[in-house]
């Protein structure tokens, strides 16, 4: 892929620098920033506290997105979409090795990346557009995974797992987690992982290549980060190296001296170290001349408020983009995006065609980004008008609808977390605009309104479980964002207006205002604005807009016919609108 070409001095076309990009997302990482979502057991926040001045450029440099999700609160499914665009429902090694009922079962086991899902990698997918895939730190998506104690052992055939799977070049890898194993010889290596991530990105500029590096480091997860800083820098899965890395990044020392002390101080350090990491990567495609040449992706895995579950505490997190000639310095976007979104805006940068993008089940950011307006599929599905957003773990669904309206339906037994009053219910609805911390279950509530909104979001989830069913028989297609869940009124929101992030060190000014956007989400006023229905204007021309009621909920369902849902035991889930049956699966 390559910009548009410009003429030289002699008057003849000069080749403008391929595009590049960047993907960068630690290994639970806490959040940062005060956009974080809110902890009901008022536990430690980082935010304010932890030195990332790298991290922090990201966002003075460009994008935040103050409503961010991932659409698994855990390392694995969550890896499983960026790396193919899909959720992590549709992994075909998980839907062989679900046992009971008729969702996917989405957990690290099972949400694997295998042969029957290569071809949706988006590394074969950006390969056709001449780029070159580079990973660096860890991957846990491997099938192989069933026998972790020993992947370490084989680091030649972890290479060939990910290599498999679309990767061009394997420049240092953590195949799984390490846990607390102490007899491994090696542990978390940031130095290695970015002198390896260098090479192979100065070998692509070299040669006048577009790359793409998936950059994911294996802090601050556990091991514990302190012992690992007192290892050899040689010392790697890979093997001891001969010289140390030339990494670019700050010594050791140094890190030990910039973390906080006492109770955060693990953690601290591997933030610390991750942002040196990230500082030398930006510093090396600065010094080659193509920093401005690449996009830059920062974001979280999943949230560590309340990992595992659906809360808001687990699934919101940080995201920042970098890409001066199209991305704004200091814009703020609170339009709800999820990491399903990244591989349509990476394939879009990157010159893919709508065809190949709209393979994918999220939805390009590029309009909220850079002022376009352009969609694909029909209205509904634009990254403006979308009204809900879908998120899945173990055999739990949950809607956000509005930015604001979140439904969580559990089947089997649900998923205990002592911070969330109500979460030993199979069934739970919050309003999250006036119930951040998502205490209040309004499942019962009597509000007719509120229980319309509630039948319309089962139908919504009911719709993604045929969409994504482990049964073939019963996986007929079902377009989510297809059925209306909320008003006028409601998906309406007034002329959107830029502001910058505040960082942990800092705020700064915006450039220009740019559709998508929003007030200061900072501000108390503007919290409570961006947490209600947080889309853009442009939703108020959706066509169908009535509620829709339901007379029973199943959640296994089987048949989509005229707007109808109809679960295998005659049960009828009508929708106020047809259920399209032109899903992208």
């Known amino acids: 892929p390559q910009e548009t070409t410009e003429k030289s001095q002699g008057g003849n076309p000069k080749q403008t620098k391929p595009k590049n990009v960047v993907f960068f997302m630690p290994d639970d990482m806490p959040f940062l920033w005060t956009e974080t979502p809110q902890d009901p057991s008022g536990g430690l926040s980082y935010v304010n506290r932890a030195s990332t001045p790298n991290m922090n450029r990201l966002r003075t440099e460009g994008a935040t997105f103050t409503k961010a999700y991932t659409i698994s609160p855990k390392c694995t499914p969550a890896r499983f979409t960026l790396l193919t665009g899909r959720y992590a429902s549709r992994s075909a090694y998980g839907i062989g090795r679900t046992r009971t009922g008729n969702r996917t079962q989405v957990s690290v086991p099972t949400s694997k990346l295998g042969p029957d899902d290569y071809d949706f990698s988006v590394m074969n997918a950006m390969r056709k557009y001449g780029t070159h895939s580079i990973v660096a730190g860890k991957y846990h998506v491997a099938v192989e995974n069933a026998r972790e104690s020993s992947l370490f052992d084989d680091y030649p055939g972890s290479v060939t797992l990910a290599k498999a799977a679309g990767f061009d070049t394997v420049a240092a890898l953590y195949i799984t987690n390490m846990n607390d194993d102490l007899d491994l010889p090696f542990s978390h290596n940031n130095e290695w992982m970015t002198a390896e991530s260098i090479k192979a990105m100065n070998t692509a500029i070299d040669t006048n290549k577009s790359f793409y590096l998936y950059f994911t480091p294996t802090a601050p997860h556990t091991p514990r980060m302190e012992p690992a800083l007192n290892l050899s820098l040689r010392a790697t899965p890979s093997g001891m190296l001969t010289e140390d890395p030339m ?167 649900p998923l205990p977390d002592s911070k969330y009053g ?164």
């Open 247 to 413: 990494s670019f990044m700050p010594s050791r020392e140094t890190v030990l001296q910039r973390a906080l002390p006492a109770r955060a101080r693990d953690t601290s350090l591997g933030i610390v170290s991750i942002d040196d990491a990230l500082g030398a990567l930006m510093g090396r495609l600065e010094a080659r001349g193509v920093l401005d040449e690449t996009l830059i992706i920062f974001t979280m895995d999943h949230g560590m408020i309340s990992k595992d579950n659906l809360y808001e505490g687990g699934v919101r997190v940080a995201m920042m983009m970098r890409y001066p000639p199209k991305i704004a310095a200091g814009l703020s976007i609170s339009t709800p995006v999820t990491h399903l979104d990244m591989a349509p805006t990476v394939l879009e940068f990157l010159g893919a065609s709508e065809s190949d993008i709209d393979k994918l089940d999220g939805e390009s950011v590029w309009p909220l980004l850079d002022g376009s307006r352009k969609t694909r599929r029909q209205d509904t599905n634009a990254i403006e008008t979308r009204e809900c957003i879908i998120m899945e773990i173990e055999f739990a669904r949950s809607l956000l609808c509005g930015g604001r309206y979140k439904l969580i339906l559990h089947q089997g037994s």
């Open 422 to 585: 109500a979460s030993n219910d199979m069934e739970q609805f919050y309003d999250i605009s006036i119930d951040a911390t998502e205490q209040k279950n309004l499942i019962t509530s009597v509000d007719t309104e509120i229980q319309s909104i509630i039948d319309a979001m089962r139908s919504a989830l009911a719709c993604h479980d045929i969409d994504t069913s482990k049964n073939p028989d019963l996986r007929t297609p079902c377009d989510v964002s297809a059925i209306s869940v909320l008003s006028k009124s409601e998906t309406s929101s007034p002329k959107a207006k830029t502001s910058s992030p505040v960082t942990s060190q800092e705020q700064t000014k915006p450039t220009k205002a740019i559709a998508g956007t929003t007030s200061d989400p900072n501000s108390e006023s503007s919290s409570k604005s961006a947490s209600t229905a947080n889309l853009d204007e442009t939703s108020s021309t959706l066509t169908n807009t009535a509620s829709a009621t339901s007379a029973t909920q199943n959640t296994t369902l089987s048949t989509v016919t005229d707007g109808k849902v109809t679960t295998p035991t005659g049960n009828i889930v009508t929708t106020a609108s047809t259920v399209a049956v032109t899903s992208s699966n």
